[in-house]
């Protein structure tokens, strides 16, 4: 997980266009857009946590930084 890389999708693509490269991955076709990952697997996780981010700044009214911190604070409290 690379969070520059989670940032620059965030901050450039929409949520629909996150969920359809998504949806790309699972069905393993390419992507519409470029994400950046050392495979599928951290392809895949740096789209699911832009998406979380879009969605988290669209409820509950947040700017990327703070969505990106509860993002991370997320996956540290799952690993702990």
Do not use: W
């Not at 629909?16 to 599928?40: F, H, M, Q, V």
């Amino acid at each position: 997980m690379k969070i520059p890389v989670i940032k620059k999708l965030a901050e450039a693509h929409s949520a629909s266009e996150l969920r359809a490269a998504e949806e790309a991955l699972y069905n393993e076709e390419t992507p519409a857009i470029e994400i950046i990952g050392d495979d599928e697997g951290e392809q895949l996780t740096h789209v699911i946590a832009a998406l979380f981010i879009k969605e988290y700044m669209a409820d509950y009214k947040s700017d990327l930084k703070t969505a990106l911190r509860e993002y991370t604070l997320k996956v540290r409290n799952s690993i702990s």
